[in-house]
């Protein structure tokens, strides 16, 4: 499941954008009852991209900030506790890693779903049945 941080540079440094990139895909794994499963935790990945101060934009205009993004199946997500306990504990991490260089309000995040039968792991397009008999299975 590819997640994505992007940050403008100065609000993370390119250590801080690395731990921060790292306890988010921990606590991904942690709020889907993932942790450890052999199967799901080397394929939750993560890019982690800086952006260039006038590389993101607010209204049109430019804007610092740190974008989260979560692509995953269309069951992932689904309960209301997950959705809010892990962009809590996200948002908590990017604020936590900013140190003092963002506001919350600068902090965005959204999941996006892939349809039925397109989630691809270990080169094969699998359905969500298929792909949680794989997850089962770690």
Same mark, same amino acid.
């Given at each position: 499941?590819?997640?994505?941080?992007?940050?403008?540079?100065? &609000?993370?440094?390119?250590?801080?954008?690395?731990?921060?990139?790292?306890?988010?895909?921990?606590?991904?794994?942690?709020?889907?009852?993932?942790? !450890?499963?052999? +199967?799901?935790?080397?394929?939750?990945?993560? $890019?982690?991209?800086?952006?260039?101060?006038?590389?993101?934009?607010?209204? !049109?205009?430019? +804007?610092?900030? +740190?974008?989260?993004?979560?692509?995953?199946?269309?069951?992932?997500?689904?309960?209301?506790? &997950? $959705? &809010?306990?892990?962009? $809590?504990?996200?948002?908590?991490?990017?604020?936590?890693?900013?140190?003092?260089?963002?506001?919350?309000?600068?902090?965005?995040?959204? &999941?996006?779903?892939?349809?039925?039968?397109?989630?691809?792991?270990? !080169?094969?397009?699998?359905?969500?049945?298929?792909?949680?008999?794989?997850?089962?299975?770690?």
């Amino acid at each position: 499941m590819p997640l994505a941080l992007s940050y403008t540079v100065g &609000v993370l440094s390119p250590e801080a954008g690395q731990r921060a990139g790292s306890r988010i895909t921990n606590a991904f794994l942690k709020w889907h009852g993932l942790a !450890g499963n052999r +199967v799901m935790t080397p394929n939750v990945t993560m $890019q982690i991209q800086p952006l260039p101060k006038n590389g993101a934009l607010s209204g !049109g205009e430019p +804007v610092e900030g +740190v974008w989260l993004e979560c692509k995953t199946p269309s069951f992932a997500f689904a309960d209301r506790d &997950v $959705q &809010v306990g892990f962009f $809590q504990e996200a948002t908590d991490i990017i604020a936590d890693e900013a140190d003092g260089n963002l506001t919350r309000d600068r902090i965005y995040s959204n &999941v996006v779903h892939t349809v039925d039968g397109t989630w691809n792991l270990d !080169g094969e397009a699998m359905t969500n049945h298929q792909l949680t008999e794989r997850i089962a299975r770690g």
